[in-house]
């Protein structure tokens, strides 16, 4: 029986924002697990694999350079098994994924999808979004003014054009939710389901977290919770995800975002079997067909 090789490529620290070390981790673990599973998995960086290194059929990938998800979908369309998938990942970037979750009827804020050199106050105050996020449209987010939260549409018009001056062409805008923001992740196939409470933890990225502060405990639907994030993994296109969601006081959920293989940095011992035993269902899938 021919041996699995895996191309595993890292993710430039660039996308990994105050994540550098916990997306290491999770991609290291994994790759140790299917090499006890009897595969051979070779590390490659995102530079390595934009300057053509990778030649493996079975590419993993934490991949989020612009150039890197175009190659991606090139070695996906040449036949390549691909995970997360190019096209999954893009589908992850803001305004995308705004659009697809929106129009697959997943619980997802009140948004608008804007140019960033356009006037917005208007817009605001007739959907009656007074308090609201703004957050680049074109791509994954790098840098902590790329998520913005504003309290009224005169600060939401000056944080547009700061975002026109930076050369980003396109925002969304979402209405902000109240509740308790809960982080969770997923892998697609599998039985693996991790959520939490991000505050409690001292998990943050940009410290956006405290604007909704500290969980009340609001009772929910833990398998409503599961099934929406199932289906947005399942629409988006990625196996390997994770995201955010608010719990209303009605019990409510809404997923606020929603992103291409995360961190699992409080369950990541947990989690990486689970990716293991995912990838290695998708390879026996690709083997057979």
């Given at each position: 029986m021919a041996e699995t090789v895996i191309a595993g490529i890292m993710r430039a620290g660039a996308y990994s924002p105050n994540h550098i070390g916990n997306d290491a981790a999770i991609f290291n673990i994994v790759a140790e697990q299917l090499r006890k599973r009897g595969c051979i998995v070779n590390i490659y960086t995102e530079e390595e694999f934009n300057s053509g290194a990778v030649n493996e059929k079975i590419i993993l990938n934490m991949c989020r350079e612009q150039r890197s998800i175009a190659l991606l979908q090139e070695k996906e369309k040449a036949g390549a098994l691909v995970i997360n998938s190019g096209f999954g990942i893009e589908n992850c970037t803001r305004e995308r994924m705004t659009r697809i979750l929106l129009g697959s009827g997943i619980p997802y804020p009140e948004s608008l999808m804007v140019n960033t050199n356009e006037g917005i106050k208007e817009a605001l105050v007739k959907a009656g979004m007074t308090r609201c996020w703004i957050k680049r449209g074109d791509f994954h987010a790098m840098h902590k003014e790329d998520v913005s939260y504003v309290r009224h549409p005169e600060e939401a018009q000056e944080v547009l054009q700061e975002y026109f001056l930076r050369g980003i062409k396109r925002a969304v805008i979402n209405r902000h939710l109240e509740g308790d923001l809960i982080k969770f992740y997923g892998v697609a196939g599998t039985p693996f389901f991790f959520w939490f409470y991000p505050f409690e933890a001292g998990h943050s990225k940009y410290g956006h977290e405290a604007i909704n502060g500290k969980a009340r405990g609001l009772e929910f639907d833990?398998?409503?919770?599961?099934?929406?994030?199932?289906?947005?993994?399942?629409?988006?296109?990625?196996?390997?995800?994770?995201?955010?969601?608010?719990?209303?006081?009605?019990?409510?959920?809404?997923?606020?975002?929603?992103?291409?293989?995360?961190?699992?940095?409080?369950?990541?011992?947990?989690?990486?079997?689970?990716?293991?035993?995912?990838?290695?269902?998708?390879?026996?899938?690709?083997?057979?067909?």
């Open positions: 833990k398998d409503y919770l599961r099934q929406i994030c199932d289906k947005a993994a399942e629409v988006l296109d990625v196996k390997i995800y994770g995201g955010d969601c608010i719990v209303g006081a009605d019990g409510s959920i809404q997923i606020i975002d929603f992103n291409d293989w995360p961190s699992f940095a409080p369950c990541r011992n947990e989690a990486a079997p689970y990716i293991a035993k995912c990838v290695m269902a998708a390879i026996k899938n690709f083997n057979n067909q």
